[in-house]
C-alpha cells in the first residue's frame, strides 16, 4: 500500500469521492437494525402501558424515548435514500412511523433537503423583519451581534425564543406538532396535506388511548415518550451546527463541502448513546455525504484521515451549558458568544454576512 502521508489534505469532491465507498448499505444489516429497533420499541410500549409499578413505566418510558430516537435516525436514514431504498415495505413502515411522530415525509424532505444543500449557508442580510446570518428552514436560526443589536424588540423576543431551551425541551409541541405539522398546513394546506393527515392520525390514537386506556397509559405510553424523544432530537440537532468552535465560511467563500466539514461538530458519545442516537454524532461525516448508511459513518471516518479532526462535543452537562449559551456570530472574533457579549459589543458596519470592511 503506497505511503500517502506526504500528500496534502484532499477537500471538496475529491474528499467527498473518497466516501463513496461507504455509501454502500449492507441489506441484511439494514435490515436487522430496523427490525431489531421497531420491535424493541414495540416491547418497551407495553411495558410502559401494562407495568402495574410507575417506577418500571417511568424506566420503559425512558427507553421508548430513546428507541424513538434512534427510530427517527432510521427514518431520516430512508428519505436520505441511504437505507433500504426501493423497499416498498420500509416505505410503508417509515411513512407510517413519519405520520404518527409528526414528522410527515414531505414536509420533513423539504425541510431537511434544504439544511443540507445551504448547512450555516450565509446569505445576504436584508432590510425585512427578521434579517439572519443562516436560513432558519429546517434548521436553527442564526444572528449576527450586529443584526442583533439593529433588531427590534419583537425580532429578539421571536429569536430568543426559537433558540430557547425551553422551546427544545418542548419540541414535541413547538418543533414537531407546530413547526413540521401546523404551521406548514397553515401556510400552504394543498402542498402539506400530509402534515393533515399526520395530525388527525396522532390525534387519534392520543385520543383513542385517552377513552380506551385511561390517562396513565396515555402518558407513559405515547406523551412521555414523544416528549423524551422531541426534546432529545431538538438539542441533538442544535449541538451540531450551534458549538464552541463553530466556524462559518464566508458567503464568497462557502461550498458544500467546507460548509459540512466547518460547520457541523462530531458529537462524542459512549458506545450505548451511540447506538439509540443512530451515529449521528458523526454529524461532519454524514453532511459530506448523506447517502453513507448510519452503521458506517465511524468506519468512514476511521478510514479516511481528513475526517479525524472535527469539533468535539458531548453530552456532558458543562458541553450543553456551553452550546445553549452561544447564540449569536461575531464575525469580528469569528466565533459564536452569548447574548451578554453581544450586548456590550460595537457595532461594526456590515453589509453582508462573511465580508468585513
Not at 489534505?9 to 437494525?33: D, V
Not at 420533513?108 to 432590510?127: C, E, G, T, Y
Not at 459530506?288 to 452503521?295: A, D, M, Q, R
Request: with cysteine.
Amino acid at each position: 500500500m503506497p505511503d500517502n502521508s506526504d500528500l496534502p489534505p484532499r477537500t471538496g469532491k475529491e474528499l467527498h469521492a473518497a466516501t463513496r465507498p461507504f455509501a454502500a448499505e449492507y441489506r441484511i444489516k439494514s435490515w436487522w437494525c430496523v427490525g431489531s429497533t421497531f420491535i424493541a420499541l414495540g416491547f418497551a410500549l407495553i411495558l410502559a402501558a401494562i407495568s402495574p409499578w410507575w417506577p418500571v413505566r417511568l424506566g420503559a418510558s425512558l427507553i421508548c424515548g430513546l428507541l424513538l430516537v434512534r427510530a427517527f435516525i432510521l427514518y431520516h436514514d430512508f428519505l436520505h435514500g441511504s437505507l433500504l431504498r426501493g423497499s416498498g415495505l420500509a416505505k410503508a413502515l417509515f411513512y407510517s412511523y413519519g405520520m404518527v411522530a409528526l414528522t410527515p415525509p414531505r414536509t420533513w424532505r423539504h425541510s431537511h433537503n434544504f439544511h443540507h444543500a445551504n448547512v450555516v449557508k450565509p446569505i445576504p442580510a436584508d432590510d425585512g423583519e427578521f434579517s439572519l446570518l443562516t436560513s432558519d428552514l429546517g434548521s436553527f436560526p442564526l444572528m449576527t451581534t450586529d443584526m442583533w443589536q439593529r433588531a427590534s424588540t419583537w425580532q429578539r423576543l421571536r429569536y430568543r425564543i426559537a433558540r430557547h431551551p425551553l422551546t427544545m425541551l418542548t419540541a414535541y409541541v413547538t418543533v414537531f406538532f407546530g413547526g413540521m405539522c401546523l404551521t406548514p398546513l397553515l401556510q400552504n394546506p394543498l402542498k402539506n396535506w400530509e402534515s393533515l393527515i399526520s395530525l388527525i392520525v396522532h390525534g387519534g390514537i392520543l385520543t383513542a388511548l385517552w377513552v380506551f386506556a385511561g390517562l396513565p397509559v396515555l402518558f407513559f405510553a405515547f406523551l412521555l415518550p414523544l416528549t423524551i424523544a422531541g426534546a432529545c432530537g431538538a438539542y441533538l440537532f442544535y449541538a451540531q451546527h450551534d458549538y464552541d468552535g463553530l466556524h462559518i465560511v464566508p458567503a464568497e467563500e462557502w461550498d458544500h463541502f467546507r460548509g459540512s466539514l466547518e460547520s457541523s461538530s462530531y458529537l462524542k458519545l459512549g458506545p450505548i448513546m451511540r447506538w439509540f442516537t443512530g451515529n449521528i454524532g458523526y454529524h461532519h461525516v454524514h453532511h459530506l455525504n448523506s447517502l453513507i448508511p448510519f452503521y458506517r459513518l465511524p468506519e468512514a471516518m476511521a478510514a479516511i484521515p481528513e475526517l479525524q479532526q472535527p469539533v468535539v462535543t458531548t453530552l456532558r452537562p458543562r458541553d450543553i451549558i456551553a452550546c445553549l449559551r452561544l447564540n449569536l456570530w461575531d464575525p469580528r472574533r469569528q466565533q459564536l458568544v452569548s447574548y451578554r457579549e453581544a450586548t456590550n459589543a460595537k457595532s461594526i458596519p456590515f453589509d453582508r454576512p462573511g465580508v468585513s470592511h
